[in-house]
């Protein structure tokens, strides 16, 4: 089997790509902010279920500074790289997330270049992909970029968009033979492994908590932690699948509202704060889409090329709860 490192080690969707390569047998070591975060993610990856937790190497690294790159990459065969920041409001100045989403990746694509790793599979997002078309009937696939000039983008989509050019800009000029494929996920939910889990599953809850007393009139799209993992080890290895883009979505696009009722259907009492009715305006967070807006998404590709398949939405949507109940995380 290979030697994989993956990014990020303690955020959601790194730890069950983690958990998924522990499975498949594979040698993976990981980056954190600080050593002293190691504990948590073996905890997080025997949540899991992963075998031989406590066999993955963990090196200190930050996005921001060279240092340990090196050291981290050295004598891997592939690197997924899945660290970025998701925050739930813009911060003031965009650049406090532009400029480590595009420099850190393109500090990891150096490492792994000048170390001669085979593949990097980077993370991006549908950011970078689904706001670049203003037509309400056109579908999205991997040909689509976002216009990060287009005016009144959050900073969060403009630093996706501006990080994936980046990286497909130096591959094409500086990779020295490294290869990159690069997954666009949709909200990423599924079940949490403890408390440091994914923006998406905030809002979920939010709804089981209380803290949304309605839906916002807004609605996403889905897909599960555990087959957004599946198709970065997918990506890792096809042959085929090198200087690709490839999108990662359970379904069509849901509500807000649609995810409250899926919550109440399936939780019983965990979920009788739920929202039961639609606001008429969406306030709050930043990230979330704006109000009546649908956007249709084609994850043909994947399924054809990589013979990815994925949980529907409720499912999705359902375990995330599901596992905040289980964990003793709704407070």
């Known amino acids: 089997m290979s030697k994989v490192l993956v990014t990020g080690g303690s955020g959601f969707l790194a730890a069950h790509t983690i958990a998924r390569l522990l499975v498949d047998g594979h040698e993976v070591s990981t980056t954190v902010r600080r050593l002293d975060r190691s504990p948590s993610v073996i905890e997080m990856l025997r949540t899991a279920g992963a075998p031989d937790a406590d066999s993955v190497r963990f090196f200190a690294t930050d996005l921001t500074a060279d240092d340990g790159w090196e050291e981290a990459v050295d004598c891997q065969d592939f690197v997924l790289h899945v660290a970025s920041p998701f925050p739930?409001?813009?911060?003031?100045?965009?650049?406090?997330?532009?400029?480590?989403?595009?420099?850190?990746?393109?500090?990891?694509?150096?490492?792994?270049?000048?170390?001669?790793?085979?593949?990097?599979?980077?993370?991006s997002s549908f950011a970078a992909i689904g706001y670049g078309a203003a037509d309400p009937e056109h579908?999205?696939?991997?040909a689509d970029w976002t216009d990060p000039d287009t005016a009144g983008l959050?900073?969060?989509?403009?630093?996706?968009?501006?990080?994936?050019?980046?990286?497909w800009d130096?591959?094409?000029?500086?990779g020295r033979g490294t290869e990159l494929t690069v997954i666009n996920p949709v909200g990423i939910f599924g079940p949490a492994l403890g408390p440091d889990f994914s923006t998406s599953i905030g809002i979920i809850k939010m709804m089981l908590d209380g803290t949304m007393a309605a839906a916002p009139p807004v609605w996403t799209n889905v897909v599960d932690v555990r087959d957004a993992a599946d198709l970065h080890v997918r990506a890792?290895?096809?042959?085929?699948?090198?200087?690709?883009?490839?999108?990662a979505a359970a379904g069509d696009p849901i509500s807000f509202q649609e995810i409250a009722d899926a919550l109440r259907a399936n939780l019983g009492h965990a979920a009788a704060k739920a929202p039961t009715e639609t606001a008429t305006e969406s306030t709050g967070a930043q990230q979330l889409p704006p109000p009546g807006m649908i956007r249709r998404i084609s994850t043909a590709k994947a399924r054809t090329e990589l013979g990815w398949t994925s949980r529907s939405n409720e499912e999705a949507i359902v375990a995330a709860g599901e596992s905040l109940v289980r964990l003793g995380l709704l407070g």
Do not use: C, W
Not at 139 to 142: A, I, S, T
Not at 154 to 167: D, N, P, Q, T
Not at 236 to 247: F, S
């Open 236 to 247: 890792m290895t096809a042959p085929h699948a090198a200087g690709q883009r490839y999108l």
């Open 154 to 167: 959050a900073a969060y989509i403009k630093s996706k968009a501006i990080a994936e050019r980046a990286a």
């Open 139 to 142: 579908v999205f696939d991997e």
């Open 170 to 174: 130096y591959i094409d000029q500086e």
């Open 88 to 123: 739930a409001d813009d911060p003031e100045d965009e650049n406090e997330l532009i400029v480590p989403a595009r420099d850190g990746a393109l500090r990891v694509l150096r490492a792994a270049s000048d170390s001669g790793v085979k593949r990097v599979v980077l993370t």
